[in-house]
């Protein structure tokens, strides 16, 4: 009987996943992706402008995302990511030049918001208290149906991580989405809250030893194939066809779609998956050193309030500021010089560096960064299983429970794997 072949469409982070866990099993992998390069939207690159290499996008992971540290564990990659040591997060609002940081208690006794020196300034037990509503939002629900808007935490708390986390504004992002993480962090303790980012990069850390991992395992992966048509045989797929050729299916194979939705639209019309066209904006500066006035403390972050961004990233002489959902805060519209001169005026706010140019500047818009997560987006999330019994679907628009993250990603990938290991038992 011929060896049985998964055959991975898309080498995003939700096909790689899938492919090391396959792969793990002692399953014949290879991977197809219609880019030069793996990881998606998860890269990193070297920019001629900065003369750096840059992330093509910002991501901040938690230490309670368990299936993208099993993930690095598995591809030998634990010990990439950094942070404080405590789950601290340290602000500034860009306005008055407040800084705080709210600090996390460990435990599921949430004693920090007991503290006003760990919880945001200006709060008090009782906002936290009402926050607990998210806890039973219902699947039509925004975050600003569930929580109070005009609180002291709706600025300082529920808008940044609302638009981190779903990409979109608290008006518009599904709040059982949002209450996902929280319920897996924040409701945890600080255990599971401490904010982590990659050493060197996204590359580094998530793309690269996975790939290495792959080859080891004798896996394949096969860059510069763009997948054209998926021919189907009654309940299952049938042939693949690239512009190399084409790929018969044999009885015993599989198939694993990890493409965007709007890819997957066009192989499949049938399928209706949300739209993936929700924005983030990334401009990267280069300093004239790297920043040495301890202006992020242990951290290589900070999150901004009251400013177009909400977080500013910084490795070396690099910083990065991310405008999450700049679609729907009108800042697509925003000619590039106008964004790089007031996001150059938030970031000398932000690390205390007033009377300092820089030395280079980058402009990167991701015009599909996420799906719409907004209640009827969300609904539209697909099952991973399909009506074709060797064709499984996996990316951060099937329905993971999570939003759109590293972790949602890594998440479908596992599920995905999962699927067709049970089928084939």
């Known amino acids: 009987m ?3 072949r998964i055959h991975i469409i898309g080498a995003g982070l939700s096909g790689l996943s899938a492919a090391v866990r396959l792969a793990d099993a002692g399953r014949r992998v290879i991977v197809y992706d219609a880019a030069g390069h793996a990881g998606g939207r998860c890269r990193s690159f070297y920019d001629k402008t900065l003369d750096r290499v840059i992330d093509n996008g910002n991501h901040l992971i938690m230490s309670g995302n368990r299936h993208a540290l099993s993930y690095l564990g598995r591809i030998g990659s634990k010990d990439a990511l950094t942070g404080p040591a405590t789950a601290s997060y340290p602000f500034v609002d860009i306005k008055s030049g407040a800084r705080w940081t709210v600090r996390i208690s460990d435990g599921l006794f949430p004693a920090w918001v007991f503290d006003p020196k760990a919880r945001v300034p200006g709060t008090r037990l009782i906002d936290y208290l009402k926050a607990a509503g998210i806890a039973a939002a219902r699947e039509d629900q925004t975050v600003a149906d569930v929580v109070d808007t005009d609180g002291p935490l709706y600025r300082t708390f529920w808008e940044p991580l609302t638009l981190a986390v779903l990409n ?13 993480v929280i319920r897996e962090t924040f409701a945890l303790g600080g255990g599971p809250s401490r904010p982590l980012v990659a050493k060197k990069g996204l590359g580094p850390a998530f793309i690269d030893p996975a790939l290495a991992h792959l080859r080891s395992k004798g896996a394949e992966v096969l ?6 048509l998926v021919t189907f045989a009654g309940d299952r797929v049938s042939m693949l066809d690239f512009p190399e050729g084409t790929i018969d299916i044999g009885p015993r194979d599989h198939v694993i779609l990890a493409v965007p939705p709007s890819r997957l639209k066009q192989l499949i019309p049938e399928l209706d998956p949300p739209d993936d066209d929700a924005s983030i904006l990334n401009v990267h500066y280069r300093l004239r050193a790297p920043l040495s006035n301890g202006a992020l403390g242990e951290s290589p972050f900070l999150g901004l309030v009251s400013a177009d961004a909400q977080w500013a990233f910084v ?3 690099v910083v990065s500021l991310t405008v999450s959902a700049s679609h729907a805060i009108g800042m697509d519209d925003v000619p590039n010089e106008k964004a790089v001169a007031d996001l150059w005026r938030e970031t000398q706010v932000a690390l205390d ?10 402009v990167i818009r991701e015009r599909r960064a996420t799906p719409n997560q907004s209640p009827a987006a969300v609904a539209k999330r697909l099952k991973p299983e399909t009506r074709w019994r060797n064709l499984v679907l996996a990316g951060d628009h099937t329905d993971t429970g999570v939003p759109a993250t590293i972790e949602g990603s890594i998440r479908s990938g596992d599920r995905a794997a999962e699927i067709i290991e049970r089928t084939a038992a």
């Open 315 to 317: 490795r070396d002489d």
């Open 168 to 180: 979109t504004t608290p008006r518009l992002g599904q709040a059982r989405l949002l209450w996902s």
């Open 2 to 4: 011929p060896e049985s």
């Open 223 to 228: 860059l510069n194939r763009r997948l054209r």
């Open 353 to 362: 560096i007033r009377n300092e140019p820089y030395e280079a500047v980058r």
